[in-house]
Antibody, heavy 117, light 110 residues
């Protein structure tokens, strides 16, 4: 079964850091571009970041540029999102998603990040 | 990276058709056929229902269809069913090689 499972979410203070992981199974991660998408409580989906197959190219939403870093370990079939200088407005469920035909065709279940003192 | 514009809500009765619009600019929707649509029920992850403007993944009913004209993409759901009640989001590639979602539309089946 093709599956993505996120982990690493939790409660963090403003200015703190967190690293999210996304473990892929049922397919070979190295064959796909990958994305992170977030959704604040009761709000809509927001694209956060993308990474190409071999991690030579990354893109970020303006709201996280310079604070978040996307990376991948294809040998471990795992995608990451390092989040630094976290703000209250980063509070959201974070989803990893697989790219297929320029769409997100496989999604994880999401992991909740709460930034609060 | 301004969000694409969707109506906050639409509604229809079972059996009717509804259309959800997604308006962008010449820097995103208007320039690329990389527009997709997602259905999200409460408490669940989104699910792709349309990719590359008008293509349906396997398993998605043909009641769902997509189109694009100029800077506006549209999702049409025909033969509305109670199970279609959900939030719907559009997404597009942009000229700065990033991606942008619409604000989302809540579909109510009356």
């Amino acid at each position: 079964e093709v599956q993505l499972v996120e982990s690493g979410g939790g409660l963090v203070q403003p200015g703190g850091s967190l690293r999210l992981s996304c473990a892929a199974s049922g397919f070979t991660l190295r064959s796909y571009w990958m994305h992170w998408v977030r959704q604040a409580p009761g709000k809509g989906l927001v694209w956060v970041s993308q990474i190409n197959k071999d991690a030579t190219s990354t893109k970020y939403a303006d709201s996280v540029k310079g604070r978040f870093t996307i990376s991948r370990d294809n040998a471990k079939n795992t995608l990451y999102l390092q989040m630094n200088s976290l703000r209250a407005e980063d509070t959201a469920v974070y989803y990893c998603a697989r790219d297929g035909h320029y769409a997100y065709n496989v999604w994880g279940q999401g992991t909740l990040v709460t930034v609060s003192s | 990276q301004s969000a694409l514009t969707q109506p906050p809500s639409v509604s229809g009765s079972p059996g009717q058709s509804v259309t959800i619009s997604c308006t962008g600019t010449s820097s995103d929707v208007g320039s690329y056929n990389r527009v997709s649509w997602y259905q999200q029920s409460p408490g669940t992850a989104p699910k792709v229902i349309i990719y590359e403007v008008s293509n349906r993944p396997s398993g998605v009913p043909d009641r769902f269809s997509g189109s694009k004209s100029g800077n506006t993409a549209s999702l049409t759901i025909s033969g509305l069913q109670a199970e279609d009640e959900a939030d719907y989001y559009c997404n597009s590639y942009t000229s700065d090689s990033t991606w942008v979602f619409g604000g989302g539309t809540k579909l109510t089946v009356l």
